[in-house]
């Protein structure tokens, strides 16, 4: 029988933009203008990315191909399909292609919004998932937690941009 370790990973971060505005690019699903492409980890290099689906319907698929995944032995393809969008509590939902990082299965993320006095966001993402020979729990875990580290940089820098260009 094939081990199974669970894994999970957590962050939270403040975006330098009102709540409203982060959750219209959040779920403008399709579109990732505003990842930064930092990752140093081989594979999380995003080349394209495109909607499968229809815009606001659920559940709909980001589709983002990748430009560095010969050093990752990783699929230059990962699908993310947004399977629950909840306007009022500002809450998505959505899972990953088994696979995107070594020995990853049954991933499940959200991303949660909360408006701050200030007229800032507070954004937590969290995430299950499965992992199974030869990927490591700890391994994915570390990875998933730049990667969420890097969506909020990613997104302050696009707001900081449209602030500098107005």
Excluded at 142 to 148: I, L, Q, R, S
Aim: contains cysteine; charged residues 25%; hydrophobic residues 40%.
């Amino acid at each position: 029988m094939t081990a199974v370790q669970r894994g999970t990973g957590c962050r939270e971060g403040i975006i330098d933009a009102d709540a409203d505005a982060l959750w219209a690019l959040a779920t403008d699903w399709g579109v990732m203008d505003w990842w930064g492409n930092e990752v140093e980890e081989a594979g999380m290099k995003v080349s394209k990315c495109y909607l499968e689906g229809e815009k606001g319907s659920v559940p709909r698929t980001k589709v983002i191909e990748r430009s560095n995944t010969e050093e990752g032995g990783l699929p230059i393809i990962n699908r993310e399909t947004l399977i629950h969008e909840d306007p009022v509590a500002r809450r998505l939902f959505y899972n990953g292609t088994d696979g995107f990082i070594e020995g990853v299965r049954n991933y499940i993320a959200t991303w949660a919004f909360d408006a701050l006095p200030d007229g800032r966001t507070k954004m937590h993402i969290s995430s299950v998932f499965d992992v199974v020979e030869p990927g490591n729990a700890e391994y994915v875990r570390a990875v998933v937690e730049a990667v969420y580290d890097m969506i909020f940089k990613g997104l302050n820098q696009h707001f900081a941009a449209q602030r500098t260009a107005a």
